[in-house]
Nanobody, 123 residues
Framework: QVQLVESGGGLVQAGGSLRLSCAAS????????MGWFRQAPGKEREFVAI????????YYADSAKGRFTISRDNAKNTVYLQMNSLKPEDTAVYYC????????????????WGQGTQVTVSS
């Protein structure tokens, strides 16, 4: 199993930007599809973005399209989420997750999860 550690969260004003990072260890990073999810208080965990093994394919939730960019550096065992034009409704704990297979955006398809990083967007 791969171990994941997120970083880069924080407090930002609406319209600002943050870049989240997720460092992987314990297994071959390039053999995992990586995803970002988020969970706001009182809400279910929701899909944000996904990237395939070599980074050749990405997919975004409608709420993230045009504002967020997922990328990965397999040499650094790290996946990133660049978030621009942040809105208060983006406030949540953000999690990265790993899956051996590209099986869609259902969080249950991801077997490894980080501990999460808090993103708070003030209006």
């Amino acid at each position: 199993q791969v171990q994941l550690v997120e970083s880069g969260g924080g407090l930002v004003q609406a319209g600002g930007s943050l870049r989240l990072s997720c460092a992987a260890s314990g297994s071959t990073f390039s053999t995992y599809v990586m995803g970002w999810f988020r969970q706001a208080p009182g809400k279910e965990r929701e899909f944000v973005a996904i990237i395939t093994w070599s980074g050749g394919r990405t997919y975004y939730a409608d709420s993230a399209k045009g504002r967020f960019t997922i990328s990965r550096d397999n040499a650094k065992n790290t996946v990133y989420l660049q978030m621009n034009s942040l809105k208060p409704e983006d406030t949540a704990v953000y999690y990265c997750a790993a899956s051996r297979n590209y099986g869609g955006t259902d969080p249950h398809r991801f077997g490894s999860w980080g501990q999460g990083t808090q993103v708070t967007v003030s209006s």
